[in-house]
């Protein structure tokens, strides 16, 4: 867990893959970590290889700069897509947020600076955000007659309510990290980019424990599942069972017993 984070060179999203975590940074400090058309198929790609890649335990999402990302680029909205840039597919910005939500493994966002748009969907997706004092977030859709897209609206409802959310899309107005962290957007806040660093390793390192990995990993979807409104008591029952004899298990509780 010592290693440096990746320096940020300026363009597409980078994926580092070290000692069982991904890395992956935003990389446009200097347009405020926007996303280009392009940025989007890169993102999706790097999740697809997130997914097949058993040695990932957990990700980190991050960036650099004075700000952690100022959503989608809204010059592109009535320009032609790009080549390979399809709005059917893995392309398309919802679909590639949706995916980094359904993760098989554990996501935490590094959020080094303000939020806005697309970006706060794409931080919302992770499982954990942890932001540093002082940043704020906007959804300014509604003040450009911008009509969000589906998923993005039910993630906020799902995972911040119904009047949070209405109060963020309908008024368009920005809130502190004060009221990120009450209204459950942040988990955490740090009070500078070191603290940031150093606690999302920190977290990383507990989600990369031999032990709880595989467990974590089932947890996650079963909890997944139950927010989404399909989940499956029998299968988390049978993980359950499973676990339960497990030598895992066994050699946990002896420890216990014998510290107590």
């Given amino acids: 867990m010592s290693d440096p984070a990746p320096t940020a060179q300026p363009g597409p999203p980078t994926l580092?893959?070290?000692h069982g975590l991904a890395t992956i940074q935003l990389n446009r400090p200097h347009h405020h970590n926007r996303l280009e058309p392009e940025d989007i198929p890169r993102l999706g790609a790097h999740l697809a290889a997130i997914e097949s890649d058993a040695t990932i335990r957990a990700v980190i999402l991050r960036a650099d700069g004075k700000s952690f990302c100022a959503g989608y680029d809204l010059a592109d909205l009535g320009r032609p897509l790009p080549p390979g840039v399809d709005e059917a597919g893995l392309g398309a910005l919802d679909r590639m947020i949706d995916a980094l939500e359904r993760c098989r493994v554990p996501t935490i966002c590094a959020l080094n600076g303000p939020v806005f748009g697309g970006g706060t969907d794409l931080a919302l997706a992770c499982d954990f955000r942890v932001g540093v004092g002082g940043i704020r977030m906007l959804m300014p859709a509604?003040?450009?007659g911008l009509h969000y897209y589906h998923?993005?609206?039910?993630?906020?409802?799902?995972?911040?309510?119904?009047g949070a959310a209405k109060r963020l899309f309908l008024l368009g107005q920005p809130i502190d990290a004060q009221e990120m962290l009450r209204i459950g957007y942040l988990d955490e806040i740090v009070p500078?980019?070191?603290?940031?660093?150093?606690?999302?390793?920190?977290?990383?390192?507990?989600l990369l424990s031999a032990a709880s990995a595989p467990v974590i990993d089932s947890m996650k979807r079963a909890l997944d599942r139950i927010a989404a409104g399909d989940f499956d008591p029998a299968e988390a029952d049978a993980a359950w069972h499973a676990t339960r004899r497990s030598p895992a298990v066994g050699h946990a509780v002896a420890a216990a017993r014998v510290r107590r």
């Fill in 16 to 18: 580092l893959v070290a």
């Fill in 142 to 144: 509604a003040t450009f």
């Fill in 192 to 206: 500078d980019l070191a603290a940031l660093e150093t606690r999302t390793r920190d977290m990383a390192a507990v």
């Fill in 151 to 162: 998923s993005g609206l039910r993630r906020y409802v799902a995972r911040l309510g119904l």
